[in-house]
């Protein structure tokens, strides 16, 4: 079975303060590894796709990387705005589409 | 494209009920997804559909709960008898087949279903 662990449960970070979040999975055959931004009583926005070893992907101040055995989601300078709970998910194996998701890391970015 | 839409956006209702929810996926997306999420918990799936062909099930999805895309556009999500348990948002999402583009789900806005 697919598990997904994502670390640390909460992180309270000052602005402009860069940190990582940790996602580490346990697949049989990983097809994708997704990055998920939720603000509170919304869905998921979606924010990256990586697919193999050594890929990595930015988007502002976001830097999502991915080894075989987990991915990192780099935050460069944080703004308030970037408060929020970011989930990760993989999709694995043949013929199945679902993501399985981990339990999300709570980023608070205080001013 | 305004993105996939759910309705309602709330819904409380006692237990004993039935429910019924609805999704309009992005119009050029042939496959729509069902998860639900608690508190503190990433979405978990319940099922997808590619067009109207419902092609995988999770075994979380219960006899109570059944999904249809009649037309392979919006799909609806029905919960009988509901449970204090079913409390949750309900999240819809769409994506692309793979050999059409990407296969990244983009997800609703969720159904946020309250049982009394």
């Known amino acids: 079975e697919d598990q997904v662990t994502q670390s640390p449960e909460a992180l309270r970070l000052q602005e402009g303060e860069s940190s990582s979040l940790n996602c580490s999975y346990t697949?049989?055959?990983?097809?994708?590894l997704f990055w998920y931004r939720q603000d509170p009583g919304k869905g998921p926005e979606f924010l990256f796709t990586l697919y193999s070893a050594g890929e990595e992907k930015e988007k502002e101040r976001l830097k999502a990387t991915l080894t075989k055995k987990e991915s990192f989601l780099h935050i460069t300078a944080p703004k308030p705005e970037d408060s929020a709970t970011y989930l990760c998910?993989?999709?694995?194996?043949?013929?199945?589409?679902?993501?399985?998701f981990g339990k999300g890391t709570k980023l608070s970015v205080i001013p | 494209d305004t993105g996939v839409s759910q309705d309602p956006r709330h819904k409380i209702t006692k237990r004993g009920q039935n429910v019924t929810f609805r999704c309009d996926p992005i119009s050029e997306h042939n496959r729509l997804y069902w998860y639900r999420q608690t508190l503190g918990q990433g979405p978990e799936f319940l099922t997808y559909f590619q067009n109207e062909a419902q092609l995988e099930k999770s075994r979380l999805l219960s006899d109570r709960f059944s999904a249809e895309r009649p037309k392979g556009s919006f799909s609806t999500l029905e919960i009988q008898r509901t449970e204090q348990g079913d409390s949750a948002m309900y999240l819809c999402?769409?994506?692309?087949?793979?050999?059409?583009?990407?296969?990244?789900?983009?997800f609703g806005p969720g159904t946020r279903l309250t049982v009394l």
């Open positions: 999402a769409s994506s692309l087949r793979p050999d059409r583009g990407s296969d990244t789900q983009y």
């Open positions: 697949v049989s055959g990983l097809r994708g």
């Open positions: 998910a993989v999709v694995s194996g043949a013929g199945s589409y679902q993501l399985t």
